[in-house]
Structure formats: structure tokens, C-alpha cells
């Protein structure tokens, strides 16, 4: 089992920024990728970004690519997302989770990850 607990979501006007965290704890040892999704009102829940845990290869979808960047602090079990230049677009239940699946590959699908957090809210007014 795998816990995960997201932090840093709130409110910023746009062109702001934020900081999300996730803390794991359990069995962090068998974590193989780590990714933040988001999921807006009235829409599915999409991939926004990820990070492999041990090599710290990252992939982003294309609309935060340049604002938004992954990061990993292994010492302390934490994924980060650091967001900037946010638009109202961007405002969503932040998720993040993990993937326990042993994949070279970085993990881009839901049905790819294994264990998720509670979501965190981040609202960017215009």
C-alpha cells in the first residue's frame, strides 16, 4: 500500500503561481513513476505531468509544457508541481499518484496508476 497526501492548492489570480506537494509514504520503495493529473468541473480526469522516481525523466502534456515543472525530492518521499504563468483554465482538483508498475516508460494513463491521492483544489481567477 502506497498513501498519498497533496498540499498547496488554493486560489491565485491569473499569471500567478503555485506549488503543489504529495507526500508517500508506505511502500515508496516500489514507486517506479510519480504523476500529477487534474480534473475540472464537468470533465474527465487528465494527465498534466510525471516523473520517473529514481532517474527523474519527466513528461508533460502539452498545454503547461513551459509553465508547469515536476520534481521530486526522494529523501522526503515528495512529488512537487510548480506552476506558473496559471490561467483560469487551469483551475481543477489536483491529483497525484503512483505507479507501482515497474515500467521503464513514463506513465501517462489513469489505468497506468496504482494508488491516488484525496486532490487538492486550484482556482485561478481571471
Known amino acids: 500500500q502506497v498513501q498519498l497526501v497533496e498540499s498547496g492548492g488554493g486560489l491565485v489570480q491569473a499569471g500567478g503561481s503555485l506549488t503543489l506537494s504529495c507526500a508517500a509514504s508506505?511502500?515508496?520503495?516500489?514507486?517506479?513513476?510519480m504523476g500529477w493529473f487534474r480534473q475540472a468541473p464537468g470533465k474527465g480526469r487528465e494527465f498534466v505531468a510525471a516523473?520517473?522516481?529514481?532517474?527523474?525523466?519527466?513528461y508533460y502534456v502539452d498545454s503547461v509544457k513551459g509553465r508547469f515543472t515536476i520534481s521530486r525530492d526522494n529523501a522526503k518521499n515528495t512529488v512537487y508541481l510548480r506552476m506558473n504563468s496559471l490561467k483560469p483554465e487551469d483551475t481543477a482538483v489536483y491529483y497525484c499518484?503512483?505507479?507501482?508498475?515497474?515500467?521503464?516508460?513514463?506513465?501517462?494513463?489513469?489505468?497506468?496508476?496504482?494508488?491516488w491521492g484525496q486532490g487538492t483544489q486550484v482556482t485561478v481567477s481571471s
Open positions: 516523473i520517473s522516481w529514481t532517474g527523474g525523466r519527466t
Open positions: 508506505g511502500r515508496t520503495f516500489s514507486i517506479t513513476t
Open positions: 499518484a503512483a505507479d507501482l508498475g515497474g515500467r521503464w516508460s513514463i506513465s501517462t494513463t489513469l489505468d497506468e496508476y496504482d494508488y
